[in-house]
């Protein structure tokens, strides 16, 4: 993509932004911005997929939608997350920091209590850290998710105009500017399940401005279809592409077949969403990115450190087909996701993001590293970090003295998690397949990924890549540095930093207001809180005002506020009365 900073520079002069600094449309000392020249952005997040589509050579299927994209867009090859888990990963993508950095990086921060013996928590970033959505909501755009959140903490209310599954760009005032989030989960490894079937509240995507259809679908995600009522988009007899540290077995081929459908199924899905941005005529002016929110579903590829966990694929669709049809080889994490969008809208980096802008006129040096760790899964806890350069990927165990393979018991719902665990039992496993069974672990790892793209010969010991071992190891405890990520604290000690030596989690202090020559000012005593609020009877129930600023009240309007810092419990909701204050629990 050498031919492609010129055009970036000329395609910004029309998506510079400028920030805004009030939202409510009667709000007192706001300067008014024209927001006519800032492109639409919308993101197509799909789950637990690994780079399986043609764009990055598997023929295996096709996928029109998704090809067509990269026809008309640049496909990226060396993109990351920094976690193989998926509420890890969208922490990351959120705040644009790594989770480990901020206490998000145990999977889940508010699950498997009874066998761990921690309270529930969450993550708690720098106080002046907002979410992505929220800066590009106080920036003018209209921002919309629907549907998973997942994030390792409770999204502030006013984060999103709307979340949820009604959330749509088709809400917004006519000609606002919109940054839209579309989730599919449809290739979530519970898709493996059996009996097989897609989820029900997926087919919203073929629907999904229409909240009556949807109000009548099973909101529950593990309401699935019956396999005789779920279409078959791929033949079951295809030649899948097994990998080395899988078996090849009937049922292991069943769940590639399950797999791969499910890829098409949300192919379909993503071509009825992107066919409601053309029917909108926002086809041409939107930026559209599409990625996984980390590597694969199956076993020894979701949760680990191996790219198999980790790569994804990454297309962006830029306005008119700006670039169709490149590629670009750069390594990109998903901490870099936060502050180049934010650049391409024309706001500066947050003091707090951690990652780099990889595109726009605040493009930074291109990333030399990318970085990744594991933790806790569900009830089970495990301590790697890995870090690695465009062919070399170094492993450090924390824990070398118990092994890879950990008895997850919502990953054991895999078909071919227990064929594994039947060969491994009836010892049938190859040598490569054994590898992820092996008692213990090797203190350090290093993987030639170029040679060995699935992680499986360990060179560490080899004199030849001696300098490459002191090179990646010495990267490593300078991004622990960096990030403040100290490995060896255990997890209980972990919540007690980000309480502060408390017993519980913070709260909140409620919002307080002062009222002066009719202009309403709603602060709260905690640093970092973000306000929300309705007016009256002027705000539907289920949407929130993100409070930027004073503004004009009219006299006989009510105010309902809630303060809340990400991480903390949010406060109790303050209502501003012309004659009285009430507090209520929300």
């Keep these: 993509m050498n031919n492609t900073k010129l055009s970036y520079r000329q395609y910004f002069l029309w998506v510079l932004l400028f920030y805004v600094s009030g939202l409510h449309a009667i709000e007192a000392s706001t300067v008014k911005h024209d927001l006519s020249d800032q492109p639409n952005i919308l993101w197509l997040v799909v789950e637990d997929m690994s780079p399986i589509i043609e764009a990055y050579g598997d023929k295996t299927i096709k996928t029109p939608t998704i090809t067509e994209l990269a026809n008309e867009g640049v496909t990226f090859t060396n993109v990351y997350s920094p976690s193989g888990v998926c509420a890890p990963s969208r922490a990351a993508i959120s705040m644009g920091m790594y989770p480990s950095s901020f206490g998000a990086n145990n999977m889940r921060t508010t699950s498997n209590t009874k066998e761990t013996g921690l309270p529930k928590y969450e993550a708690i970033p720098h106080a002046n850290a907002k979410m992505l959505s929220q800066y590009l909501r106080e920036a003018g755009y209209y921002t919309t998710n629907n549907l998973k959140t997942d994030y390792q903490f409770k999204a502030p209310k006013g984060a999103w105009d709307e979340s949820g599954p009604y959330a749509h760009w088709r809400n917004r005032k006519i000609g606002q500017p919109f940054y839209a989030v579309v989730n599919f989960t449809t290739t979530h490894e519970s898709g493996l399940f059996e009996p097989y079937g897609f989820r029900k509240i997926e087919s919203r995507h073929y629907f999904s401005d229409n909240r009556q259809k949807i109000a009548k679908l099973p909101q529950h995600h593990a309401v699935k279809s019956s396999e005789a009522n779920t279409p078959v988009h791929v033949a079951k007899d295809l030649d899948f592409p097994i990998p080395p540290y899988l078996p090849d077995t009937p049922l292991v081929r069943r769940d590639f077949w399950k797999m791969y459908n499910n890829l098409a199924e949300t192919d379909k899905q993503i071509a009825a969403v992107l066919k409601q941005l053309k029917d909108d005529g926002l086809y041409d002016n939107t930026i559209i990115m599409f990625y996984s929110d980390h590597g694969g579903p199956l076993p020894r590829q979701k949760r680990l450190v191996y790219d198999s966990g980790l790569k ?217 809180a973000v306000i929300s609020y309705q007016l009256g009877n002027i705000t539907p129930p289920e949407l929130w005002q993100l409070y930027k600023g004073p503004f004009k009240l009219d006299q006989a309007t009510s105010v309902k506020a809630v303060a809340h810092r990400i991480g903390f419990s949010e406060s109790d909701s303050v209502i501003y009365d012309p004659d009285k204050i009430i507090y209520s629990q929300y």
Excluded: C
């Excluded at 180049?340 to 003091?351: F, R, V, Y």
């Excluded at 039992?425 to 008692?439: E, G, M, S, V």
């Design 312 to 528: 994804v694929p990454f297309i962006i669709r830029y306005p008119n087909g700006e670039h169709a049809g490149t590629k670009d080889d750069q390594l990109v994490s998903f901490v870099d996701f936060a502050p180049t969008l934010l650049s391409l809208a024309g706001i500066d980096k947050p003091a707090h993001m951690q990652g780099r802008n990889f595109l726009g006129k605040q493009q930074t040096a291109k990333r030399e590293y990318i970085h990744a760790a594991a933790d806790r899964f569900d009830g089970f806890t495990d301590v790697i970090r890995a870090v690695k350069n465009k062919r070399f990927k170094y492993i450090r165990n924390y824990r070398p003295e118990q092994g890879y393979y950990l008895p997850v018991a919502y990953r054991e719902k895999i078909p071919t998690m227990q064929e594994l665990l039947r060969l491994r039992d009836a010892d049938r496993l190859t040598q490569a397949q054994a590898l992820w069974f092996r008692d213990k672990k090797d203190p350090e790892e290093l993987f030639d990924l170029i040679n060995d793209p699935h992680e499986i010969n360990n060179i560490i010991d080899d004199p030849r890549y001696k300098k490459v071992v002191t090179e990646l190891s010495a990267e490593m405890d300078r991004w622990l540095n960096e990030i403040n990520d100290d490995p060896s604290l255990p997890e209980a000690q972990l919540i007690q930093r980000l309480w502060a030596g408390n017993e519980s989690q913070p709260v909140t202090a409620k919002p307080q207001f002062k009222i002066s020559n009719g202009i309403i000012h709603i602060s709260s005593p905690t640093p970092g």
